[in-house]
């Protein structure tokens, strides 16, 4: 890619597929992690909890944007009295700290594999190509902050969890991609055969 690069001249189609990619292989791979230590955890004990509220696909969903930062929402209601509050299920008593590395090592990959696809050769070019994996990630983040919602109510008391909105969309859907994606397009920009 040349400076003046157009539009058909990007990679659009490699980034969507990578961006995809990086973040379908992160959930399912959290999901991994999460589904076999779930019991044990300060999550598994809200999920037995809620009555037909949640299941572990929504779970999974709020450990994966907890790894992008992302806090949970909870909403807890008893006759009157509760409140909300915010959390995180990664690090401390809950799943393992290395969940932080999953996001960042899938969208630094696919900022690599766009750019080797593509075969960049300078700095700027590799960044670009790499940050291509922004769109798909996005709209999946911002599909995934909607749906990973869990509400039950019951006998006078409620209760409802879900990723924080603008941050899951800002911080986990354009900042995580674009900078960790861009990384991975500059590294095969200045690696691999034939480079020094």
């Known amino acids: 890619m040349s400076p003046k690069t157009d539009s058909d ?3 659009l189609v490699e980034g969507a597929i990578a961006g ?7 959930y ?19 999920s037995s909890n809620l009555d037909g509220g ?3 696909i929504e779970f999974v ?10 806090q949970t929402v909870v909403e807890a209601d008893f006759l009157g009295f509760g409140g909300s509050s915010t959390t995180s299920f990664v690090g401390g008593d809950g799943f393992t700290a290395l969940l932080y590395l999953v ?7 696919a900022g690599l594999a766009v750019g080797r696809a593509r075969g960049v050769d300078g700095t700027t ?34 209760f409802s969890g879900r990723p924080e909105l603008l941050p899951a969309i800002l911080l986990a ?7 960790f994606g861009a990384i991975g397009g500059i590294v095969a920009a200045n690696t691999g055969p034939g480079r020094e």
């Open 28 to 46: 399912v791979l959290t999901g991994l992690l999460v589904l076999v230590r779930l019991e044990d955890t300060e999550l598994g004990e809200l």
């Open 103 to 109: 996001p960042v090592a899938l969208l630094v990959g």
């Open 9 to 11: 001249d990007l990679p």
């Open 173 to 179: 859907g354009v900042v995580f991609p674009a900078v």
């Open 61 to 70: 969903g709020w450990v994966f944007f907890n790894s992008h930062f992302v």
């Open 125 to 158: 070019d590799g960044a670009v190509a790499g940050a291509l994996v922004v769109p798909p990630y996005l709209v999946l983040s911002a599909v995934g902050a909607v749906l990973f919602r869990v509400s039950s109510e019951g006998l006078g008391a409620s």
């Open 54 to 56: 949640g299941n572990g």
């Open 20 to 26: 995809a990619a990086a973040w379908i292989v992160g």
